[in-house]
């Protein structure tokens, strides 16, 4: 009897040793109240179709990129944003909100991934305003090619406890940098010749890394990475060349890994390959306070 109850305490003492080691329990508490939620947008209204992803974590299972949607595209300031469909709310404890646009349906366990930003396309965009006007006519004269590379701001706000009163995240701030190039000219004996041809690619080149292959952002430690540096983009468009009184290609933009702070010293060299095999260099170029590249001349390389 002694040698039985030896074995079933053995056993009673290797049961509880091995529950010690288990990972406690994560327990996924209810909802008790929906948070009601506000945010001004990086570029001061919010653009047509924008959606915003919301992460809340706390004691309970995470809430994981959950869609919303401005109310308004025309107002500045903060505006509700409204979710599409399931909502974020108070659970137990302390709540960290965080919350980024554009929303990506890929993100997850606060990771937005942005996928190559060594290696970009863009798409022809015409304002708005320009059918507003009835210029649907000469809409091709206003329209410039946009980076699709996600344009990346984020948002961050600490909730101690339970209120039933709207939560403003504030200003959501920019993680990369959108660099627009007003209509660059081209020079030379020839350029004249370039009427109506196509753009191939767009090489940018820069002093300072400007992109990551693979590129992620960090909600949690606020991070952006990648797979690789590059200090090169590589942006194809279906552009044309134009002559408006000079021989210019439209106006485009790529995104950038750079912060604000890093932009003051970078220098830009572009380099357009337009079918035919010629190529045009613009080089030593920086960005002005609105994140443009201007009065940029392109001067034949070959």
């Given at each position: 009897m002694k040698r039985l109850n030896y074995f079933i305490g053995a056993a009673l003492a290797i049961a509880a040793a091995v529950s010690c080691d288990k990972e406690p329990e994560v327990v996924d508490f209810p909802i008790v109240g929906?948070?009601?939620?506000?945010?001004?947008?990086?570029?001061?209204?919010?653009?047509e179709n924008t959606s915003v992803g919301v992460f809340v974590t706390s004691e309970g299972v995470a809430q994981s990129?959950?869609?919303?949607?401005?109310?308004?595209?025309?107002?500045?300031?903060?505006?509700q944003l409204n979710a599409k469909s399931e909502k974020a709310g108070f659970k137990q404890g302390k709540h960290v909100i965080y919350a980024y646009y554009p929303y990506v349906a890929e993100a997850a366990e606060m990771q937005i991934p942005l996928g190559n930003l060594a290696a970009q396309s863009t798409k022809k965009d015409i304002p708005s305003w320009v059918f507003d006007a009835g210029l649907g006519d000469m809409a091709d004269m206003f329209a410039s090619y946009v980076s699709t590379a996600p344009a990346l701001s984020v948002a961050k706000k600490e909730v101690s406890e339970f209120t039933s009163a709207p939560i403003d995240l504030g200003a959501f701030a920019p993680v990369t940098t959108?660099?627009?190039?007003?209509e660059p000219g081209f020079a030379g004996d020839n350029a004249a010749d370039l009427d109506g041809k196509k753009v191939e690619k767009i090489v940018v080149k820069a002093n300072k890394t400007i992109a990551y292959t693979e590129a992620k952002y960090d909600l949690a430690?606020?991070?952006?990475?990648?797979?690789e540096e590059s200090q090169s983009i590589e942006v194809t468009a279906d552009m044309v060349i134009k002559n408006l009184g000079s021989v210019?290609?439209?106006?485009?933009?790529?995104a950038t890994c750079l912060a604000a702070e890093d932009?003051?010293?970078?220098?830009?060299?572009?380099?357009?390959?337009?079918?035919?095999?010629?190529?045009?260099?613009a080089q030593d170029y920086t960005a002005n306070a609105a994140n443009m590249l201007v009065s940029v001349t392109l001067n034949p390389a070959n």
């Open positions: 929906d948070f009601v939620l506000y945010g001004e947008s990086a570029e001061g209204t919010w653009a990129n959950l869609e919303y949607t401005p109310a308004s595209t025309e107002a500045t300031g903060s505006v959108v660099i627009s190039v007003a430690t606020g991070e952006l990475q990648g797979a210019t290609a439209y106006a485009f933009s790529f932009l003051a010293d970078a220098k830009f060299t572009l380099e357009f390959y337009v079918e035919g095999g010629k190529k045009y260099v």
